[in-house]
């Protein structure tokens, strides 16, 4: 049996929240989170996740089989790495590593959201990687690193914990945290696996998106003309050095395991937590349009995410990882209706519109006005990406679709 703890604390300031207690024995991982009472206290004190009410706790949370990301509550399993950051980290030390340690040995400057964690003596708990975000300039050699370990080739020990340290949260494709002057940004790297330009049509389509008048975080292609190009993402829970709270809507929605969720039910937290929840509610139903029309198949509920704006409230974050998927079946990861088919549907869109709060008459002029966009600019956008001819065609089938010519006609 194995007991870790850590201070929970909040941004630069190192603001004290409270403690983590993590039990991992045998098979079981299970961890219990309380408030400081300072924290409950604190005028500017708030619930790091709304479930988790300053009034209330301890809070327990414990993994399953199969599911054992579910020994954190959402928000610390949030700022946890995913896959790609887990399998390094696992190569920096060792199989066998529990949830408390995914979370804690991931680089402290590069966690998702503002979290912090201390140990007995008060100092933030680092892994063997410190200070390991590389600057933009280094780009290039982080990218030589990633290749050679995806590849399986001998890296040495210091490549190692450069890449763990910069490695980023969210997803299983190679990735890195980057310094560009105070920025930070994401560096999401070409996978030597890709049999498609993943990370050049993930920029174009971040820009058709804020053509249609989506939040999109800064973006842009860096080593374009090489064969391995590098998709730059600027992080938007950081404003300059302050750290900014966020939960993923998986969080929000509180759930756990393999529970899918629905858009409405993202719209039901909205009405209760944003500051604007009908500028929200318009942002989501814009974004669902989009995800039909340009088959993204990445809108599980992680990939939609909410940043703390103070007096307990959260707006939606912009948004991130859109990829359209011209190959896969016509599925939404997010259904439109809670307890609804997961269809991708123009049609189910534009009758779940009263649930965003939106007239009938208004969202039919969202719908055909995003068509129209799309339809007028995918092929500019990759091409000015380096997708043209045949790679554009490839991906035809992602924005030329039956739902795309009902939107067209609505």
């Given at each position: 049996?194995?007991?870790?703890?850590?201070?929970?604390?909040?941004?630069?300031?190192?603001?004290?929240?409270?403690?983590?207690?993590?039990?991992?024995?045998?098979?079981?991982?299970?961890?219990?989170?309380?408030?400081?009472?300072?924290?409950?206290?604190?005028?500017r004190g708030f619930a790091i996740q709304p479930d988790l009410t300053l009034e209330a706790g301890p809070f327990h949370a414990s993994g399953q089989p199969g599911n054992m990301r579910d020994a954190l509550v959402g928000v610390f399993a949030d700022a946890a790495p995913d896959s790609w950051g887990r399998r390094l980290l696992e190569r920096a030390y060792g199989a066998g590593?529990?949830?408390?340690?995914?979370?804690?040995?991931?680089?402290?400057?590069?966690?998702?959201?503002?979290?912090?964690?201390?140990?007995?003596?008060?100092?933030?708990?680092?892994?063997?990687?410190?200070?390991?975000?590389?600057?933009?300039?280094?780009?290039?050699?982080?990218?030589?690193?990633?290749?050679?370990?995806?590849?399986?080739?001998?890296?040495?020990?210091?490549?190692?914990?450069?890449?763990?340290?910069?490695?980023?949260?969210?997803?299983?494709?190679?990735?890195?945290?980057?310094?560009?002057?105070?920025?930070?940004?994401?560096?999401?790297?070409?996978?030597?696996?890709?049999?498609?330009?993943?990370?050049?049509?993930?920029?174009?389509?971040?820009?058709?998106?804020?053509?249609?008048?989506?939040?999109?975080?800064?973006?842009?292609?860096?080593?374009?003309?090489?064969?391995?190009?590098?998709?730059?993402?600027?992080?938007?829970?950081?404003?300059?050095?302050?750290?900014?709270?966020?939960?993923?809507?998986?969080?929000?929605?509180?759930?756990?395991?393999?529970?899918?969720?629905?858009?409405?039910?993202?719209?039901?937290?909205?009405?209760?937590?944003?500051?604007?929840?009908?500028?929200?509610?318009?942002?989501?139903?814009?974004?669902?349009?989009?995800?039909?029309?340009?088959?993204?198949?990445?809108?599980?509920?992680?990939?939609?995410?909410?940043?703390?704006?103070?007096?307990?409230?959260?707006?939606?974050?912009?948004?991130?990882?859109?990829?359209?998927?011209?190959?896969?079946?016509?599925?939404?990861?997010?259904?439109?209706?809670?307890?609804?088919?997961?269809?991708?549907?123009?049609?189910?869109?534009?009758?779940?519109?009263?649930?965003?709060?939106?007239?009938?008459?208004?969202?039919?002029?969202?719908?055909?006005?995003?068509?129209?966009?799309?339809?007028?600019?995918?092929?500019?956008?990759?091409?000015?990406?380096?997708?043209?001819?045949?790679?554009?065609?490839?991906?035809?089938?992602?924005?030329?679709?039956?739902?795309?010519?009902?939107?067209?006609?609505?």
């Amino acid at each position: 049996m194995a007991d870790f703890v850590a201070d929970v604390a909040l941004g630069e300031s190192l603001t004290p929240v409270g403690q983590l207690r993590f039990t991992h024995v045998g098979p079981r991982q299970f961890s219990t989170f309380s408030y400081a009472p300072s924290w409950i206290e604190n005028p500017r004190g708030f619930a790091i996740q709304p479930d988790l009410t300053l009034e209330a706790g301890p809070f327990h949370a414990s993994g399953q089989p199969g599911n054992m990301r579910d020994a954190l509550v959402g928000v610390f399993a949030d700022a946890a790495p995913d896959s790609w950051g887990r399998r390094l980290l696992e190569r920096a030390y060792g199989a066998g590593l529990n949830e408390f340690e995914y979370l804690t040995l991931s680089d402290d400057a590069s966690r998702q959201g503002a979290l912090r964690f201390l140990d007995d003596k008060g100092e933030v708990i680092c892994g063997k990687a410190v200070d390991a975000v590389p600057r933009l300039v280094d780009l290039e050699t982080i990218t030589t690193i990633a290749r050679a370990y995806e590849q399986g080739k001998e890296i040495s020990p210091e490549e190692m914990q450069a890449l763990a340290g910069a490695g980023g949260s969210g997803g299983a494709r190679p990735k890195a945290n980057v310094r560009d002057g105070d920025a930070l940004w994401m560096a999401k790297f070409t996978s030597v696996h890709d049999q498609q330009p993943i990370e050049r049509v993930e920029v174009a389509t971040l820009r058709l998106a804020a053509a249609c008048g989506i939040r999109t975080p800064a973006t842009r292609l860096e080593l374009a003309d090489t064969p391995f190009p590098v998709a730059l993402i600027q992080r938007f829970d950081r404003r300059g050095g302050a750290r900014i709270p966020y939960i993923s809507a998986r969080t929000a929605l509180r759930k756990t395991g393999t529970e899918l969720g629905s858009y409405t039910e993202i719209v039901d937290f909205m009405r209760s937590y944003s500051s604007d929840p009908v500028a929200d509610f318009r942002e989501l139903y814009r974004r669902l349009i989009f995800t039909i029309l340009v088959s993204n198949k990445d809108d599980h509920l992680k990939n939609h995410g909410f940043l703390y704006v103070g007096a307990g409230q959260w707006r939606l974050s912009p948004v991130f990882d859109v990829n359209p998927a011209p190959d896969r079946n016509p599925h939404l990861e997010t259904a439109i209706l809670e307890g609804g088919a997961h269809d991708r549907s123009i049609n189910l869109a534009l009758e779940a519109c009263a649930f965003f709060e939106i007239p009938e008459t208004e969202a039919r002029e969202m719908i055909l006005t995003t068509a129209q966009r799309i339809t007028e600019r995918w092929r500019e956008a990759l091409r000015q990406v380096g997708v043209s001819g045949a790679l554009a065609r490839d991906y035809e089938p992602a924005f030329v679709t039956d739902q795309m010519a009902m939107a067209l006609k609505i």
